[in-house]
């Protein structure tokens, strides 16, 4: 019973694809405007919106408040209203542990991290809260192979 919090880490393309059929708005932590539209944390969120997804970003970076892809923005989790299916991160795994607090209030159903990004202490303290954790995969990938399955 004590490992029990590890069935919260999904690893398994079949784990993954169940999680994602009820995904429908998605928090970008680390989101980047139009401006650093090369960089995965515009051009992702960007696609995932194409695919049908609600998109909220959340920026940490200096930003003017102006929209990214036509939705308002916030500065933290805990103050988007609504349901978060799902927060996409895109910030570097020695950042990671500063946005746990934000995580566990806003307590999603999920987090992932894109690729590249794996930090296991993060990814244990989230999975003990009870929240679903993918590391080191591509969101706008997984996702988009899902009609293809």
Sequence with gaps: MTDDWRRHLLTSSSDIRTLLRGVSRVAILGARP?????????????????????????????????????????????????????????????????????????????????????????AERLAHAGIQVVQDRCLMIDYGSLGRR
Excluded: C
Excluded at 43 to 70: K, N, R, S, Y
Excluded at 88 to 112: N, S, Y
């Design 34 to 122: 139009a401006t650093q539209g090369h960089k995965a944390a515009y051009f992702v969120p960007e696609a995932l919106q194409q695919m049908g997804l609600t998109i909220v970003p959340v920026v940490v970076h200096g930003h003017d408040e102006a929209p990214i892809l036509g939705e308002p923005v916030y500065r933290r989790l805990v103050d988007v209203p609504g349901q978060l299916d799902l927060v996409d991160v895109f910030r570097r795994a020695e950042d990671l542990p500063g946005h746990v607090d934000d995580i566990l209030a806003r307590a999603p159903g999920a987090v992932w991290f894109q690729s590249g990004i794996r930090n296991d202490a993060v």
